[in-house]
């Protein structure tokens, strides 16, 4: 689903800074979505199994053990308002027991943050989201915007898996956009 709308904000992204290619950005979108159309007939066929994965897993354990995850990890904050459980806090492993050696996810980045940094870390990650927003956007060049989407994908995907606290390649490659965006920045003022 973030996949989808990351494509989307990226064929935006084209069709803002590229305005000399837009007629062709379009008919091979257009061609894109009737070849779609066309060859639905088949590929839904072969994609039903995983299809119906999808639809099974959805109904079941998963979305339980999720769920369950983002009730705790409001409980947590609750019980710990100021500074959160930790992040190697290892008491969610009742309701999912990770990896031998992992650390206990809530499996969204929005929740890793309230239960395990509570207000102390909302307020830091808050001015760190703000200070890299203000990075990317301090200059409106191809580059930063490209650079922004990159990040906001990286965001996304995090909404259902914590990536961005995985050090290697999430973490690195946020740090990696971060520096980029600064370097540039500074060369170009």
């Not at 060859?39 to 897993?57: E, G």
């Not at 769920?67 to 100021?82: E, H, K, M, N, T």
């Not at 915007?145 to 290697?168: C, D, H, I, K």
């Amino acid at each position: 689903m973030f996949g989808a709308i990351t494509l989307v904000l990226c064929l935006i992204f084209l069709l803002v800074f590229d305005q000399r290619r837009r007629k062709i950005y379009f008919a091979a979108l257009g061609v894109s979505l009737l070849g779609f159309v066309v060859s639905l007939r088949w590929l839904l066929p072969f994609f039903a199994p995983v299809i119906d994965r999808l639809v099974d897993t959805i109904r079941h354990s998963d979305d339980e053990i999720r769920v369950a995850l983002y009730l705790r990890g409001w409980q947590d904050f609750l019980r710990r308002p100021l500074f959160g459980s930790g992040l190697g806090y290892m008491g969610n492993r009742d309701v999912h027991a990770s990896q031998a050696g992992a650390l206990c996810w809530y499996h969204t980045s929005v929740l890793q943050i309230i239960g395990s940094f509570g207000l102390v870390g909302m307020l830091g990650y808050g001015w760190l989201y703000l200070n890299r927003a203000k990075i990317f956007l301090q200059r409106r060049t191809p580059f930063h915007v490209t650079l922004l989407l990159s990040w906001v994908a990286v965001e996304l995907m995090s909404l259902v898996n914590p990536g961005v606290f995985v050090p290697v390649p999430y973490l690195l490659m946020v740090i990696l956009f971060m520096v980029a965006a600064e370097k540039y920045t500074a060369k170009k003022q």
